[in-house]
């Protein structure tokens, strides 16, 4: 058994620290480095080859779907559900506005996460969706906006 410099020890070590590069990697591209720059720092402060440097970052890429993947579904399930029980709760005290309100948000939600899924298919670049406040309602002669403060404040 050998121990390599950064203290990785046996055959395992090697995959150990690539495993290691591919997550800096990651980092780098997630702070918004470019591909060029990536394969600088990679030969900088690796030694590795351009070849090498392409694996790392390909690599990195597929992490970096993989968990958003993962992490994009939960958070629309958890969005849905959220909405779900706004829905529930107006309608129990007869605000049907705001159980309206809540059944057109999990529309445009679905509606969003349809086109998300068909962006991903095509970029490896991350997407983001974040709320906004929508367009004003008038409601009894004023314009109002259906979000709350605080709705803001949390999901934007």
């Known amino acids: 058994m050998t121990v390599a410099a950064d203290g990785v020890e046996g055959v395992g070590g090697a995959v150990a620290h690539n495993v290691a590069r591919s997550q800096q990697v990651a980092r780098w591209l ?6 060029a720059e990536v394969h600088h720092r990679a030969r900088e402060s690796w030694g590795v080859s351009h070849r090498s440097a392409d694996r790392l970052v390909a690599a990195a890429r597929a992490e970096l779907i993989r ?3 993962v992490e994009r579904h939960e958070m629309i399930a958890l969005l849905l559900s959220r909405l779900d029980t706004v829905f529930r709760e107006a309608m129990a005290a007869k605000n049907h506005g705001a159980a309206l309100g809540a059944i057109n ?3 445009k939600l679905a509606k969003v996460l349809e086109t998300l899924e ?3 298919k095509v970029t490896t670049r991350p997407l983001s969706v974040q709320p906004n406040a929508g367009m004003p309602r008038e409601i009894a002669g004023r314009k109002m906006y259906l979000s709350s403060p605080e709705y803001m404040a949390r999901y934007a």
């Open 30 to 35: 997630v702070e918004g480095f470019s591909t």
């Open 118 to 120: 068909r962006m991903a």
């Open 105 to 107: 948000a999990q529309a």
């Open 67 to 69: 968990g958003w993947d």
